[in-house]
């Protein structure tokens, strides 16, 4: 007996010493991500990387996602974090593959959304001589990410440390991070075996939780006349919605919620034609807050923002990561997140009366909405996008001119949850994204995108190509850049259309066909609705919704001005 457990325990250090050095120190890299709670892997094809392509491939507790083009990969995983809640992972080789990831990095910094960004390095002693695809990467994100390890050439005496740094690093909270991962050749195991699969003991960074003294908020609630909420972008499957509305109840504030507050859709006594009310000067001066309450991200919308600029209230910034959106510097005390905010008073009258007079501009503006012509407008389409959705639909609205239209015209009594790249609100991997977003759950998801925001993100419909990603796309295409018929510029420069117009005149059922997406063009509002309900039972769909951009512009003044003269 003792000398068969010799010869089994022999068999053990020989497989284990047949690994190589590579193979052993990208295992240890991959279970301690995987300890650490990344379900979700994205590798870009490339030689350096090879040790760990192959290292996370072998585990069965990590979902791989192979996308061809680094700018669409890392985007993929910005938007399987997003929809998992969970850090994602994204890897490429060496030189410039990591300088791709820089714009996903960046909406993940200022997001607050958790991504991994491991790119696979030359060995120091290549470094400076003119060896191929080998660049400076050490610290290539700069500020942009929440940290960053620069880790040694796989080394025998520095496997017992590899977890220890990869696990703090894991620990700095919401956002970016980046590994920096040299390895010398041979980068596969010279007779093609298979590499372990390591399950090292991590150690785990409790977050942790800051004690906040609420006390001057609450005061402020209790003697306020004129008290709101205001809720900007904000992702986090975590109930918010529900918490946020009761605190509306017990306070009297009424919540003007953004779509991606995901504090609007599916609450009934939710403002969300907000934007349009401020256009009343009247409302707008008579509605001034004496305390104003703010979560999540910075407003789209700029009247809603100005108009808190300018009220003089009392404004309590209630951030998830410590970033503030305050350009104009109004904000009176910047707290972290609590859910500790209980008020056991009672709303004065006049906020009783405050929030009624909320809710009644509300009923008005959206009873004036749907008196409104069955046409292809921009601003209607936006609102039939939405009311098209059923119930759970994943909603992602690109930035530009979707999210601002969603935003101002768009209710729903249905529950739906909405994503958005608002952190620097590029539109720069918006399908990309939303693709991530859809696979990360398996839930039906739409994505409301422009054309040109289409354009920019090509590759992505070879993803969902490759992975049979099911998706709806609803594209609104005027030919070109339709935001900027909003500028000043627009009317002061006969450079306006080459420079800012940009038509591009692509039919994009070229984009369908691209991904062997079903393309499908309604021809009026009723054949959208039901277009987008049959598209959502699965697959890859493009919607297109073919608009005016010379007459945008006042198409948006000119219901801006029914929905205020219906205010009373």
């Not at 290292?55 to 192979?66: E, N």
């Not at 001589?129 to 025998?156: H, K, N, R, W």
């Not at 109004?330 to 707290?335: E, H, K, Q, V």
Request: hydrophobic residues 45%.
């Amino acid at each position: 007996m003792a000398g068969n457990g010799a010869e089994v325990l022999g068999d053990h250090r020989r497989r284990a010493m047949s690994f190589t050095l590579n193979q052993r120190w990208a295992a240890t890299i991959a279970g301690t991500l995987a300890a650490s709670g990344v379900r979700h892997v994205v590798v870009a094809p490339g030689s350096r990387s090879t040790p760990l392509a192959l290292a996370f491939a072998d585990r069965a507790d990590l979902t791989l996602w192979s996308v061809m083009d680094e700018r669409a990969a890392a985007f993929f995983a910005l938007g399987l974090a997003k929809s998992t809640n969970t850090r994602a992972a994204v890897i490429c080789t060496s030189g410039t593959a990591g300088a791709h990831f820089l714009p996903a990095v960046m909406e993940a910094f200022a997001g607050g959304t958790p991504l991994v960004v491991l790119t696979a390095d030359r060995p120091w002693e290549l470094h400076g001589f003119g060896a191929p695809q080998t660049i400076a990467q050490v610290g290539m994100f700069g500020c942009y990410v929440l940290g960053a390890e620069a880790l040694p050439s796989p080394d025998e005496n520095g496997l017992e440390h590899l977890v220890a740094a990869v696990s703090r690093l894991l620990a700095r909270g919401r956002g970016p991070v980046h590994l920096n991962v040299p390895f010398r050749e041979p980068l596969a195991h010279p007779d093609g075996e298979a590499g372990p699969v390591i399950d090292p003991y991590v150690t785990h960074y409790a977050a942790g939780v800051p004690a906040v003294d609420v006390s001057p908020v609450l005061w402020a609630i209790a003697a306020a006349k004129r008290g709101v909420i205001v809720c900007g972008p904000r992702e986090r499957a975590d109930d918010f919605g529900e918490w946020i509305h009761g605190l509306s109840r017990a306070t009297g504030f009424p919540v003007l919620a953004e779509a991606s507050s995901n504090a609007r859709f599916g609450f009934s006594e939710s403002i969300s034609c907000f934007d349009t009310l401020l256009r009343n000067p009247k409302f707008a001066d008579a509605m001034r807050p004496d305390v104003v309450l703010r979560f999540g991200g910075g407003l789209t919308a700029k009247v809603p923002q100005q108009w808190l600029d300018a009220s003089g209230a009392k404004q309590f910034h209630f951030t998830d990561d410590g970033f503030q959106f305050d350009p104009v510097h109004r904000t009176t005390m910047l707290l972290p997140f609590t859910r500790a905010l209980h008020f056991e008073g009672a709303p004065t009258a006049e906020q009783r009366a405050y929030r009624e007079r909320w809710l009644e501009g509300q009923r008005q503006v959206s009873e004036a909405l749907t008196r409104q012509p069955s046409v292809f407008t921009e601003p209607l389409v936006a609102r039939e996008f939405i009311a098209a959705c059923p119930e759970g639909t994943q909603i992602f609205l690109s930035s530009s001119m979707p999210i601002r239209d969603v935003d101002a015209f768009a209710t729903s009594s249905k529950p739906l949850r909405v994503f958005v790249n608002r952190g620097v609100n590029g539109i720069d991997g918006i399908t990309s994204t939303a693709l991530g977003v859809a696979a990360g759950t398996g839930k039906p998801t739409a994505l409301l995108i422009g054309d040109v925001a289409l354009l920019h993100d090509l590759t992505a419909w070879l993803v969902a190509r490759r992975h049979s990603i099911s998706l709806t796309v609803l594209v609104v295409n005027n030919d070109g850049g339709g935001i900027f018929h909003f500028l000043p510029v627009a009317e002061r420069t006969p450079h306006f259309e080459n420079l800012f117009g940009t038509p591009h005149g692509v039919d994009v059922a070229h984009v369908a066909a691209l991904a062997g997406a079903k393309l499908h063009r309604p021809a009026d509002m009723n054949e959208l609705r039901n277009t987008m309900k049959r598209c959502l039972d699965g697959g890859l769909h493009l919607i297109e919704v073919k608009t005016e951009r010379a007459s945008n512009v006042d198409d948006h003044r000119s219901l801006f001005a029914k929905l205020t003269e219906a205010m009373s």
